[in-house]
């Protein structure tokens, strides 16, 4: 039996400093109840800030960076798990001189 493999698929440039690639789980089979993504902010850069009807958590890969989740500055760093409530605002600035980069999943809460 061969192994499943996804690829990630770049995703075009929305915003400086930031690359995205989406995470094609529609290539497995069966249902899917979340979505993925990965990205990563150049240092000095930024993503925009966001907010949404879904629930997130990133898995931070690597790097070094300031978290602003509702507002207030939380120092985050590769290993990291967080979480986001839908509708709270979130924004992640590579403010440590190295890129950060991240693993998304997010799913429609019930």
Known sequence: MSLPRVGLRALPAEFPALEEWEIPLDELPG???FSMARFTVAPGGRTPPDSHAVTEIWLLLDGRGTL???GV???VGAGD???FAPFVEH???ADRGTPVSALSIWWRSS
């Open 31 to 33: 249902d899917r109840p």
């Open 68 to 70: 602003h989740y509702g």
């Open 73 to 75: 500055p939380h120092e």
């Open 81 to 83: 798990v967080v979480g």
């Open 91 to 93: 924004m992640l600035l």
